[in-house]
């Protein structure tokens, strides 16, 4: 069974950069995209975007152009997301998901809380 | 940045049938737009239901079932269950890059 395990809650301040963390196992990484979602509290949920573990490549959602960076570490079977110039609005939790249709495994989620 | 849009919410009698839909503000709904339904709890992450319009995954019960109905697209409950209540978000795929509606919180009452 795919299992992806997130990163631990963060704490960040206004203007600061946060960089969650997805590792993959039980699947070869770099079959499957990896998409970031997030979900703020007692809200809907958001897409970021995607990366191609195998190429590197990446797609990001307009909202999130210039502040959003997904990267990823073949060699460990990890993915990225960094987000940077935090704001009290991003906080959420940040959800990495995988699978053969794309969606069919999810992370257990990160919270990511910003607050000054 | 397109726009998904769901009903925010719907009730169900247990035992009844319901859709739920999905509209696009680009306009029609097609099978281009890969349709994928999500069912999510409270303090769970989300789950896939449907994925590219109509498909079912293993885990998804054979009451619900996705199409695409009058320009959106649909998912539908037929005989709804007491553990079916929950938020069920839509994603549609616009050029590689996915857009999610804004959810609709269904309730089996």
Redo the contacts between chains.
């Keep these: 069974q795919v299992q992806l395990v997130q990163s631990g809650a963060e704490v960040k301040k206004p203007g600061a950069s946060v960089k969650v963390s997805c590792k993959a196992s039980r699947y070869i990484f770099t079959a499957y995209y990896m998409h970031w979602v997030r979900q703020a509290p007692g809200h809907g949920l958001e897409w970021l975007g995607w990366i191609n573990p195998n190429s590197g490549d990446t797609k990001y959602a307009q909202n999130f152009q210039g502040r959003v960076t997904m990267t990823r570490d073949t060699s460990i079977s990890t993915a990225y997301m960094d987000l940077s110039r935090l704001r009290s609005d991003d906080t959420a939790v940040y959800y990495c998901a995988t699978g053969g249709t794309y969606f069919d495994y999810w992370g257990q989620g990160t919270l990511v809380a910003v607050s000054s | 940045?397109a726009v998904v849009t769901q009903e925010p919410s719907l009730t169900v009698s247990p035992g009844g049938t319901v859709t739920l839909t999905c509209g696009s503000s680009t306009g029609a709904v097609t099978s281009g737009h890969y349709p994928?339904w999500?069912q999510?709890k409270p303090g769970q992450?989300?789950?896939?239901l449907i994925?590219?319009t109509s498909?079912k995954?293993s885990w998804t019960p054979a009451r619900f079932s996705g199409s695409l109905l009058g320009g959106k697209a649909a998912l539908t409950l037929s005989g709804a269950q007491p553990e079916d209540e929950a938020?069920y978000?839509c994603?549609f795929s616009y050029s590689?890059?996915?857009?999610?509606?804004?959810?609709t919180k269904l309730t089996v009452l």
């Design positions: 940045q994928y999500f999510q992450a989300p789950r896939t994925y590219d498909n995954h938020e978000y994603l590689g890059a996915r857009v999610f509606g804004g959810g």
